[in-house]
């Protein structure tokens, strides 16, 4: 038997625009490097210790200047207080993020 294609389905094609930012949307995913630093924080907020958990080197300087320039909610009670903080590079910007 024959194949028809008048009779089969096709699913629509994306357009060249679609596919071009799929495209750069995966490419950038691929490259991104990230890092978490832990950072120590005083009753009042203030940051008072950074240290690097995990990452890529080459972005250690960048992840540590943003986590300095992060304000912190000042701890509950008494003692001081730790977050986590993820810095993301995509290249072309960046996003520091607390995940703790």
Request: hydrophobic share 45%; net charge positive; aromatic share 8%.
């Given at each position: ?6 009779v089969?389905?096709?699913p ?5 625009a679609?596919a ?8 950038r995913?691929?490259g991104?490097q ?6 120590s924080v005083?009753r ?11 990452g ?5 300087s960048a992840?540590l200047h943003?986590a300095?320039?992060?304000s912190?909610?000042p701890c509950?009670g008494?003692?001081d207080c730790?977050?986590?903080?993820k810095?993301?590079d ?11």
């Open positions: 038997m024959a194949y028809d294609a008048s089969g389905v096709n629509p094609r994306p357009t060249d679609v071009v930012k799929t495209v750069a949307v995966k490419a995913a691929a991104k990230e890092v978490v630093i832990s950072v005083d009042d907020g203030r940051a008072m210790a950074f240290r690097v958990l995990r890529d080197q080459k972005k250690v992840a943003a300095k320039r992060w912190f909610q509950s008494a003692e730790e977050h986590l903080l810095f993301t995509y290249g072309d910007a960046s996003i520091v993020q607390m995940i703790d």
